[in-house]
Each structure stands twice: as C-alpha cells, then as structure tokens.
C-alpha cells in the first residue's frame, strides 16, 4: 500500500474491501436473500458515487449505510439506528470452492431451488447510520443488497488484502505498462483498468482500438482542413481577380512586386482579425447552448448529477487560432503570389484570366446536335475561362466530399456503436424451464403497464450443413467438418401467435405456412453480428448461406432424429429478446404447433421459456408480477440499462448530425460564394451576348446547360474520391470492426441531387442579378 500511494503517478487511492454475504431475514425477494456488505475508506465517496437520502456516512466499522431498494424490493424495513446482526460469509454453489461476487446472479436449479451455501461465517453486529439511494454500480441481477461500512486501515492485520482503486495525476497510453510494472515489483498479481472510463480520456491498450481511433481522427481533420482551406482559397482568388485590374493600375505607379503580395496577405490578416476572434466566440457559446439542452440527457447517460460546463483552456484557444491562421495564410499564399505577377498591361486590359485559342474552346458537334447552340456556347463560356472553371469545380467536388465523407464517417460511426452494445429491445425478462402458467400469462396480459408481450419457447437441437452451405467464419477457420459437413447447433425459437404473426410480416414471412400443422417451417436468421472471442472485433458475417424451400434435418442432443424443417424465410432481424452470438449457431423462429409436434419426441431436451415485456412503468410492472406470480422464478428488470442505451444514441445524434449540418452549411456557402463570385465578374460577357441577339429565353438555357456541366463534372471528380476515402474509413474501422464495405446510396443519391439543385439555385440567383443591368452599362463596366 504504501509503494502504491507513494508512487510518482499516484493522485489518491480509494481502498475498498468485500466483506461479503449474509442472509437478509424476511426479504420478499427470493432471487435477493442476501445483503453484500462493502467497506471504503474516507476517499471512496467521489470514485463510487451513492447517494444518501437520509443519515450520515459510516465513520467507524460498526456503522453501515443501508439501501433504500431493501425497504421498495425486499420489503424490509429497516430504520437509522436499528442493531443489524449479519453472519458474513462468500458464496458457493455445488463443489466448487470459487467464491461468487455481484455479478454473479443466484445459482438455482431448473425448477428455481437455490443451490448455494454460505462459507466461513463471521457474526457481526451494525448500527445503522444512513439510507442511501440503490448504488448505480450494482448490478441490476445482483443477488445482494449493497450495504456500506468504514474501512479503517489501522485496524487492519498485517496479511490482509483489499483492493486498491488508484486515480493517477496524468491519464495517458503509459499506465498500462506502468501499471503492470509497478504490479510485478510488488507481488500484485491481479491489476484491472476501468476501461469505460479510460475510453472517454481516448487512453486504451486495445491496440485494434487504438489505430482506429488515430487514423480516424487523421482523416476526418484532413477533410475538414482541406474543405476550409478550399473556401477560404477560392474566396481569395476570386479576389484577387476581381482586383486585377485594380493591382495593375497599381504597377502601373510603382507598386513593387512585394507590395501587391503584401495587399493580399493583409487582407487575409484582416479577414482573419475579424473571423478568428467570431469563430472562437461562436464556438464557445454554440457548445455552452448545447449543453444546456441536453445536460439531462449527458446525466442520464453517464449516472452522475452534476452539469456539463464549457471550461475555455488557454490551450485550446492558442491551438484553435495557429490552425486558422495557418489555414488562412495556406489560402492566401497562392493568389498572393499570382497578385505579385501581374503585369499593369496585362492587369489593365484584363487578358491574364482569359486567354484565347480556337484549340481551347473546341467543343463537340454532338454538343450542340443534342442540346442546342445554347450548350454549345455554355460550354465555350465554361472552357474560355479555365482557372475559374477549375476553382468552381474544385469547390464543388470538396463540398460532395466532404458531405459524403463525413455522413459515411457518421453513419459508420453509428453502426460500430450499435454492434458493439447489447441489442435490449425490452424492459422485463422473466425465465423459467418449468413453462409459464396459462392464469399467470394471462394476467401479464392484462397488466395496464404492459405495451408489449412476448412469449418465446426455445429448445436446443442440432443439424449437420454441407461445407458450401455454411458460413465465411466457419470455412475460413479451423473448424472441424465430418465427411464435408458442418454440424451446426440449431436453437428454436417458438414465438406466441400474435407476436409470430408482427414478425412474419416484418420478415415476409407467410404466417399461414407457419402455422400450418402439416408444414413444419420457420425463418432463419441468416446474418448476425457478435463478437469474436479471439479477436475482440465485433462483426457482421453469414451464418449460413441457404435458400427459401430448403431443408434442415434435426437432431436431439443425442443424435436422435427430430425430422425436417422447411426454411421460410430468411432474415437479419431477430425477434425481441432473442440475441445470435455464434457464427457456429443458427436461430430459428417457428410457431407454437412447429415447436409442439418437435417436442412430441421423447428424446427432446430441456425447454425453456422467456416472457419479455416492454412496460410503459417497468418499476410498477415488476411488483405488479412479483404479486401475482405463485411459482418460483427471477425477473429481470432491464429498463434502466436499455433506457441509458437510447439516450446515449440520442446523445451521439445530437453531436453527430449537429456535424453533418455543419460540414453541409460550410459546402453550401462554398458553392453559393464561388458560382455567385464568378458569374458577377461575367457581366461583361453576358452584355456582349445580348448585344448580338441572344434572347432571354436563350440566355436562361444557356444558363441551365452550364449549371448541368459544374454538376456533372464535378460529380466525375467528387465521387470517385469520396468512394476512395470512404474506403480508408472503412478500413480505419475494421481494426476493431468487421462488416463488408457498402457504398451508401442513398446519400450518393442525395448528394447527386443536391449538387444540381444548389448550382441551379446559385445560377439563377446570381443570373438573375444579371439580367437587371443595362447592357450599355455591364459593357463599359470596369472591375475595380
């Protein structure tokens, strides 16, 4: 102990022991009968957070904090000041000497007898001091009250142990090995790493993780970087040649080469003057209004009571300022340089941006066949001014990458966090292998607060798969085949008629064929997604590749023959309740008659039976249950765990479309800024147009066929390297992950969608402007 709270990297230590189990007399709770008796020294109340209702904190070892949930589960009162005398002992079952802990539910036998027993027994006796509220960290089927007491390390002997919770001073990638290091000097032989909590410093030893995290970050600022530095460039070269002829009249009186340089830096010294300062500003007020709205969900979430503030290090605003800076002078530096080359002739008579040849302008004469002369001239107008054709191109090409990459980036995002949590689509699970009484089924029925009811019989089989069939994971690995089969384990799972008869027609499903007596059929869940146990990665794969009108011929457990089933239909949505883990294993959804005549033969196994609820008062549901159940058997109240599930998807779609919105304000206005910019130094052109005949309706197609050719060009360009990007995305994912790359159509197809609509939009707007000037007056306008 004291090498560890001398250690250089040692903040505070939190000492904790487990006492232990005793039997809590007159618990109404059979799935409950104990109290588990947890002491802490002073420092524990912020690392194990409880909060207390009423009372005071234990100060010696013979006060305790009891839990309120004794009082609401286990209907047993008791109040501050009350004598509570415990014989403390750990949990066994059967033969084993391994003593149980929390999370370790109650060991029964089928039919809900326990089978454990208290070891080594120690009385002693408690003055209760407070009343606290259920501990967050105990776990939900937890077969013990918490209960809390003082450690006093002075009292302790010499020999024996407790558990060191260690908060360091600096959370960083090195105290895994520090950790271990400090652990072998010592003798330590167990050194475990509150990994939820390290994740959110983004400090892991999953390696897989590790990479994946950096190179995500890599490629998601370098699409921002480049996305800013884009606007900020085309805004700037535009400027610069909007001001041509302005930086020539300057050569023309002097002005050196360093000084037109200097007039565009300034410029962006100014501009960055302005929107450095509003951009940090924004920033820091946009995410302080954030977090007042969702603050309740952020507590809800991460089980703790206080706010989420906005803390501005000096740091961050320094790192925030150099990346605008170094974005802005990145931006400058090219029209910068290109402003100093200008010659005052050249600048004066405007012939730097356009130059000329009948070679350049060339176009197709299927051009104008298919589409008119209007096209055609369209087109010319496009290629008679290539840098500025480029740079709109160039601006409308980063806009559909950066949406496409940051949506896939998101909706990947998303899809990793869906895997990697446990699929609790109910409130209440109820379990038992003796089957549910029909009085008691319906009773749950009608219960008030139950929204949904389903009762699911599942029973164990087996069916040998040829090779072909079976799935990529089981041929790729080393998995044993006999005689070029595959023997699969095949769980049954037989849903009540109401709930077969949703999932029928969720799946497509013929519910009549299900339920047809002389057709013994189900639906194969035919992909999954689990975690694999070597590798750690959570993955998407086939379980089996099968087809709709297939056989599967069924045995028991010992190989006794249980006759075929038909396969129905296939699916990856498995029903409510019921979870695939196994690429080795295949779930089969039947009806109630499929699952009876299977059970008709003697050499059967065990089958159990689950009823899920999902409740509109899961607290309420479940003493309402407690009440009218006569047998024995647990529920499982799940509400708070899958309630914290959604709201942290909730909260990861706040921040995560909150970027999409973002990314997709910063492209429109790139394309609104460099369409609008280009076509208003353009009015010289379009007068000189008019005044050779070209009629409104004309010079609106002509129009219309240009926004057509941005689109389509830059959509030739945007694509193929949003495809390419996606692809590293993917790739950067599947150090933890693995599911097949896919391309997302939909977005590609609103984004393609997009793309017209916005550079038809800024067309119009900006031609529109056009079309007000006075011909006379566009044809002798100067850009100054």
């Not at 809590?24 to 002073?42: H, I, M, Q, R």
């Not at 794969?541 to 038909?566: F, M, P, R, Y």
Request: aromatic share 8%; net charge neutral.
């Amino acid at each position: 102990m004291e090498a560890i709270q001398s250690d250089e990297e040692t903040e505070d230590v939190v000492l904790s022991n487990n006492l232990g189990y005793a039997r809590l007399e007159g618990s109404d709770n059979d799935y409950k009968p104990y109290v588990f008796v947890k002491a802490f020294n002073d420092q524990a109340e912020r690392t194990f957070p409880t909060e207390l209702t009423k009372g005071e904190r234990p100060e010696n070892s013979n006060e305790v904090v009891v839990s309120k949930h004794i009082a609401t589960d286990a209907n047993v009162s008791l109040n501050i000041g009350d004598t509570l005398k415990l014989g403390i002992g750990k949990r066994v079952a059967g033969k084993s000497a391994q003593p149980l802990d929390q999370t370790n539910p109650l060991q029964t036998t089928e039919a809900g007898k326990n089978i454990e027993t208290l070891k080594n027994k120690q009385t002693k006796t408690f003055t209760v001091v407070g009343v606290m509220e259920r501990p967050s960290w105990e776990p939900l089927s937890a077969p013990g009250y918490t209960v809390m007491t003082h450690l006093d390390k002075t009292s302790m002997e010499d020999n024996e142990t407790v558990n060191a919770s260690v908060i360091l001073k600096d959370v960083n990638q090195s105290l895994f090995d520090h950790a271990h290091e400090l652990a072998a000097n010592q003798n330590i032989k167990d050194v475990q790493f509150n990994n939820g909590l390290l994740r959110y410093y983004g400090v892991t030893d999953n390696q897989g993780l590790q990479t994946t995290l950096y190179s995500l970050a890599a490629i998601i600022i370098t699409i921002i970087v480049v996305g800013s530095v884009s606007l900020i460039y085309n805004a700037f070269a535009i400027s610069v040649a909007e001001r041509s002829r302005h930086l020539g009249m300057l050569s023309s009186v002097g002005a050196t080469k360093k000084q037109k340089r200097n007039s565009v830096f300034f410029e962006g010294a100014i501009i960055g003057a302005i929107g450095i300062p509003l951009g940090v500003v924004s920033g820091i007020v946009g995410i302080g209004i954030t977090f007042h709205f969702i603050n309740s969900l952020i507590q809800n979430v991460f089980d703790f009571d206080q706010n989420m503030t906005v803390v501005v290090t000096p740091w961050s605003i320094i790192t925030a300022c150099l990346v605008s800076i170094l974005t802005i002078f990145i931006s400058t530096y090219i029209p910068a340089r290109r402003a100093s080359k200008v010659s005052a002739i050249d600048a004066i008579r405007q012939a730097a941006d356009v130059k000329l040849s009948r070679k350049k302008v060339k176009t197709s004469k299927l051009t104008r066949k298919l589409f008119g002369i209007e096209a055609e001239i369209g087109l010319k107008n496009l290629k008679r001014n290539r840098r500025r054709y480029r740079a709109t191109i160039f601006s409308l090409a980063i806009s559909i990458v950066l949406f496409l990459s940051v949506s896939y980036f998101t909706e990947n995002l998303q899809k990793s966090y869906d895997l990697s949590q446990a699929d609790i689509d109910y409130d209440i699970k109820m379990f038992t292998s003796n089957g549910f009484s029909e009085p008691f089924v319906d009773g749950v029925k009608a219960l008030d607060t139950v929204s949904e009811y389903t009762r699911v019989k599942e029973l164990k089989t087996r069916s040998m798969v040829a090779k072909e069939k079976t799935g990529e994971e089981l041929q790729g690995g080393n998995h044993a085949f006999e005689d070029g089969k595959y023997e699969y384990i095949i769980r049954l799972h037989a849903l009540d008629d109401d709930s077969l008869k949703a999932y029928a027609k969720k799946t497509k499903a013929d519910f009549a064929q299900l339920t047809d007596p002389d057709s013994r059929s189900g639906i194969v869940i035919d992909t999954i997604d689990y975690r694999d146990p070597d590798t750690g990665k959570f993955k998407v794969t086939k379980v089996i590749h099968a087809d709709i009108g297939q056989t599967l011929e069924l045995t028991s457990e010992n190989n006794d023959d249980l006759g075929d089933i038909q396969i129905a239909a296939l699916t990856n949505t498995a029903p409510t309740g019921i979870k695939p883990s196994n690429a080795g294993v295949l779930n089969i959804v039947v009806s109630q008659q499929t699952m009876n005549q299977i059970l008709e033969h003697d050499s059967v196994g065990n089958v159990d039976t689950n009823i899920y609820l999902s409740s509109d008062d899961p607290l309420k549901t479940q003493k309402q249950l407690e009440k009218i159940k006569k047998s024995n058997f647990p529920i499982y109240n799940v509400y708070q765990r899958r309630q914290r599930m959604e709201q942290m998807t909730l909260l990861m779609s706040v921040f995560v479309y909150g970027f999409i919105a973002l990314i997709t304000a910063i492209s429109v206005a790139n394309i609104f800024n460099t369409i609008s910019t280009s076509i208003s130094l353009r009015k010289r052109e379009f007068a000189m147009l008019k005044s050779v005949g070209m009629t409104p309706k004309s010079f609106n197609k002509m129009i219309n066929y240009e926004s057509l050719f941005y689109g389509i060009k830059s959509l030739l360009y945007g694509l193929p390297i949003s495809i390419g990007i996606m692809y590293l995305i993917h790739q950067s994912l599947m150090n933890t992950f693995d599911y097949a790359f896919s391309l997302p159509w939909m977005d590609i197809l609103f984004v393609t969608i997009g793309v017209f609509i916005i550079v038809g939009s800024a067309m119009l707007y900006s031609s529109a402007k056009v079309k007000k000037e006075n011909i006379i007056d566009a044809l002798k306008q100067e850009n100054v």
